[in-house]
């Protein structure tokens, strides 16, 4: 019987290690920034029907391994975002806006890409018949880009998920 040397084996064992590759799934990873934490809205129109408005600047970072794409109202910039209240969850935020597009191109943003926008926030976006604004216009706030790793295509149907910002808040003018 043929004996094997260790400088064979050594070698063996590099080139195995060498040829390993060990398989990870591509990971999301994002963040969604404001500019500030507080604003202050200006009041346009007239009682009852009077509105708020401000402006705040986003920065979507995709720090992930994979692009994230963001839904869009006809395919067009910002992406389709959302505003909810940070603490309660039974009332919905004056300052969430009300979509009406569907299948649009996303906007696609690469790994390691910034994207920014400058959202014009207003509310309230409905009243009842009495010219009761609907949703809360005070407290602490959220905006959402809803987005997938998967929906590249207006076409694919894809859950979405939300890109949450930081807390932020909005006075309103007395």
């Not at 260790?6 to 920034?33: K, W």
């Not at 979509?99 to 943003?109: F, K």
């Not at 407290?139 to 894809?158: D, F």
Request: charged content about 10%; proline content about 8%.
């Amino acid at each position: 019987m043929k004996s094997v040397s260790p400088r064979t084996i050594l070698a063996t064992l590099f080139i195995v290690a060498g040829c390993h590759q060990e398989l990870t799934a591509p990971v999301q990873r994002s963040s969604l920034r404001t500019d500030k934490i507080a604003y202050v809205a200006t009041s346009i129109g007239t009682a009852p029907y009077n509105r708020y408005i401000v402006s705040v600047i986003t920065r979507f970072e995709n720090s992930g391994d994979v692009p994230i794409y963001l839904e869009t109202c006809f395919g067009k910039a910002p992406p389709i975002y959302s505003v909810r209240l940070v603490s309660d969850s039974t009332s919905e935020s004056a300052f969430n806006p009300v979509w009406g597009c569907v299948g649009a191109s996303p906007l696609t943003v690469a790994p390691g890409e910034t994207r920014v926008d400058t959202l014009q926030l207003g509310a309230p976006n409905a009243w009842s018949s009495a010219g009761v604004p609907h949703g809360t216009l005070n407290g602490q706030l959220r905006i959402a880009y809803w987005g997938s790793t998967l929906c590249s295509s207006p076409l694919m149907s894809c859950a979405l998920t939300p890109q949450e910002s930081n807390a932020i808040s909005i006075q309103i003018p007395q």
